[in-house]
């Protein structure tokens, strides 16, 4: 990012402010094979993303944050100070490498729905060391979480029973699990100790997978969704059953972008990485202008 953008200067002025060290430094190889750079570089350029976009005067109707993503989220609608999501996602990113620092992790299924996945960790967990539905990212793309022992078990298994994919994710916690209860708790109460305010744009749960427009229920989103699963099919749909066909993904963007596509065909998908802001403006005013 360029840093005579005086937005993308004034974000990371209060990252070094907060953190005492720069920016850059947090943006290397080595730094980002920890759940804690990934994460505060993850909310650092949600953020940047996002007020350059609003710089534009392209405003959104609701705002969803997947995971680490709530936290930018909640900045945006001014619900939180950034200031206060930096310390928050310190502490969770933290807490959630030192309780896991190796053998556990993540993997995408595609594939199954979620109750037919569900079936199937049933009588795996019967077995073997217990595996979590993490996220639901679409109807048929799932996440589990757990042991990684025990995932490599369960791969076989879901490869006989008809998964078109099954990709163990390069990250090193078990995230929105009950294996992170502590976590969530330790979240509870630094959230009882900072301001949290209406948010002025909707924002979508990730535990619940429903619009929040209280200071009360995004707080609580906060702290739940670390360990609890990530119902973020259920949110996007509840966005387009709203009427919502224009989805723009912050950077770094691709992910979430492609889900967006593949579930909802009909709609507009954005990815901020892959167009420049001039674009995405021009784009957002003839969306607005013709209402599709």
């Known amino acids: 990012m360029d840093r005579e953008d005086p937005i993308v200067n004034t974000v990371f002025a209060e990252v070094e402010n907060q953190l005492k060290v720069s920016v850059e430094s947090l943006d290397t190889a ?7 750079y990934v994460q505060l570089c993850l909310l650092i350029s949600g953020v940047i993303s996002a007020r350059q976009l609003l710089s534009q005067k ?6 969803a944050g997947h995971s680490i993503g709530a936290f930018a989220a909640a900045v945006i609608s001014e619900a939180i100070s950034f200031t206060d999501a930096l310390n928050l996602v310190l502490l969770r990113a933290t807490m959630m490498e030192q309780a896991y620092p190796e053998g556990y992790g993540m993997a995408a299924v595609v594939g199954f729905s979620e109750s037919r996945l569900s079936c199937l960790l049933g009588a795996h967990n019967l077995e073997n060391d217990a595996l979590y539905l993490a996220n639901s990212n679409a109807y048929d793309q799932q996440v589990v979480a757990g042991q990684l022992s025990s995932i ?3 791969i076989p298994s879901l490869q006989r029973s ?7 994710l390069s990250v090193s916690v078990p995230s929105h699990c009950p294996l992170l209860n502590d976590v969530s708790v ?15 744009y909707p924002c979508v749960s990730n535990h619940t ?4 427009k209280s200071a009360e229920l995004l707080r609580k989103d906060l702290y739940k969704s670390i360990s609890e699963k990530v119902r973020w099919y259920e949110g996007t ?4 059953e709203s009427g919502v066909r224009l989805f723009i993904e912050m950077a770094p963007s691709g992910v979430l972008a492609k889900i967006a596509s593949s579930t909802f065909p009909e709609v507009n998908v954005i990815g901020f990485d892959e167009q420049d802001l001039n674009t995405i403006k021009w ?6 202008s013709n209402n599709y």
Do not use: C, F, W
């Open 58 to 63: 392209i405003t959104p109707d609701y705002l």
């Open 162 to 168: 008809g998964a078109r994919k099954v990709q163990v």
């Open 237 to 240: 749909t509840l966005l387009y």
């Open 283 to 288: 784009l957002y005013d003839h969306y607005n």
């Open 30 to 36: 080595e730094k980002l094979n920890s759940t804690v």
């Open 186 to 200: 330790a979240l509870e109460e630094a959230l009882m100790e900072i301001k949290v305010k209406e948010p002025i």
């Open 152 to 154: 490599d078990k369960l």
């Open 209 to 212: 997978g429903r619009i929040v």
